[in-house]
């Protein structure tokens, strides 16, 4: 972990009343990456914060050995799947708090049947994945990718004129598939470029790698909505980014 000034230690928690104990799923490094010294320290600040010492993912099975007491817990990508095992374990669950997008994979109906409140980052991604959708936009319209691909294969002709013009984004008019976080954030950089905006919802045509949104200050705002989000539970106050059970059948 470097000079990160955390000692993981499994699963050892203070029971304290007037603070909630919270468990965080993520495994060391990639709550390295989440987490900077700034912002593990603000989650520690809300509670006592009891992190997972192994680089690997939890089993749910082990989760269910571990998850009672806590009121709680930070997933992220690899967490386990909250079976009825885990929620029959989970006696003082209250929050559950994911540092990544969908959590429609792991969270069950039960759990929002329960009360526990649920939150996630999706927010925190969007303006990377926004801007890579934009950079695709821009690659088309000039046909980079064409360019770049005859300048490889020695053709200095065939990379310039005769590909023809390419076109500028202003004025043209693109269509939006879906206008969730990701789709609205598009939406605000096309307009600023002055595109014409069409939007068609729910099914978010154009397959990449699950690596658009992956930013240093993605990664970095994830962990802060995280924070707040957990600071807002146990302030008595509303969630700014609560998934409910009927977000489930739209959600990615």
Same mark, same amino acid.
């Given at each position: 972990?470097?000079?990160?000034?955390?000692?993981?230690?499994?699963?050892?928690?203070?029971?304290?009343?007037?603070?909630?104990?919270?468990?965080v799923?993520?495994?060391?490094?990639?709550y390295?990456?989440?987490?900077?010294?700034?912002?593990?320290?603000?989650?520690?600040?809300?509670?006592?914060?009891?992190?997972?010492?192994?680089?690997?993912?939890?089993?749910? *099975?082990?989760?269910?050995? $571990?998850?009672?007491?806590?009121?709680?817990?930070?997933?992220?990508?690899?967490?386990?799947?909250? +079976?009825?095992?885990?929620?029959?374990?989970?006696?003082?669950? $209250?929050l559950?708090?994911?540092?990544?997008?969908?959590?429609?994979?792991?969270?069950?109906?039960?759990?929002?049947?329960?009360?526990?409140?649920v939150?996630?980052?999706?927010?925190?991604?969007?303006?990377?994945?926004?801007?890579?959708?934009?950079?695709?936009?821009?690659?088309?319209?000039? *046909?980079?990718?064409?360019?770049?691909?005859?300048?490889?294969?020695?053709?200095?002709?065939?990379a310039?004129?005769?590909?023809?013009?390419?076109?500028?984004?202003?004025?043209?008019?693109v269509?939006?598939?879906?206008?969730?976080?990701?789709?609205?954030?598009?939406?605000?950089?096309? $307009?600023?470029?002055?595109?014409?905006?069409?939007?068609?919802?729910?099914?978010?045509?154009?397959? +990449?790698?699950?690596?658009?949104?992956?930013?240093?200050?993605?990664?970095r705002? *994830?962990?802060?909505?995280?924070?707040?989000e957990?600071?807002?539970?146990?302030?008595?106050?509303?969630?700014?980014? *609560?998934?409910?059970?009927?977000?489930?059948?739209?959600?990615?």
């Amino acid at each position: 972990m470097g000079d990160w000034p955390i000692e993981f230690s499994v699963f050892t928690k203070m029971n304290n009343p007037s603070r909630p104990d919270i468990l965080v799923l993520l495994r060391p490094s990639l709550y390295e990456i989440l987490f900077p010294p700034e912002t593990d320290r603000a989650l520690h600040d809300l509670g006592h914060v009891v992190l997972h010492d192994r680089e690997r993912d939890l089993t749910w *099975q082990e989760l269910a050995a $571990r998850i009672a007491g806590f009121d709680a817990v930070v997933t992220g990508w690899g967490s386990p799947t909250f +079976t009825g095992e885990v929620l029959a374990a989970a006696d003082r669950l $209250r929050l559950i708090a994911h540092s990544a997008g969908t959590v429609k994979a792991m969270l069950p109906p039960a759990v929002f049947e329960r009360g526990i409140a649920v939150t996630h980052a999706a927010s925190a991604i969007a303006p990377a994945v926004a801007e890579a959708s934009l950079m695709c936009c821009l690659l088309l319209l000039h *046909q980079a990718h064409r360019r770049d691909r005859a300048l490889r294969a020695g053709d200095w002709e065939g990379a310039g004129e005769a590909l023809g013009l390419g076109q500028e984004l202003g004025g043209q008019r693109v269509g939006v598939i879906g206008a969730g976080y990701t789709g609205r954030c598009f939406m605000r950089l096309l $307009r600023a470029l002055e595109a014409e905006v069409w939007v068609y919802d729910p099914y978010n045509v154009f397959i +990449t790698p699950h690596t658009a949104g992956a930013t240093v200050q993605a990664r970095r705002r *994830q962990s802060q909505a995280v924070v707040e989000e957990v600071r807002r539970f146990f302030a008595g106050q509303p969630l700014r980014w *609560q998934v409910t059970a009927g977000m489930l059948e739209t959600m990615a």
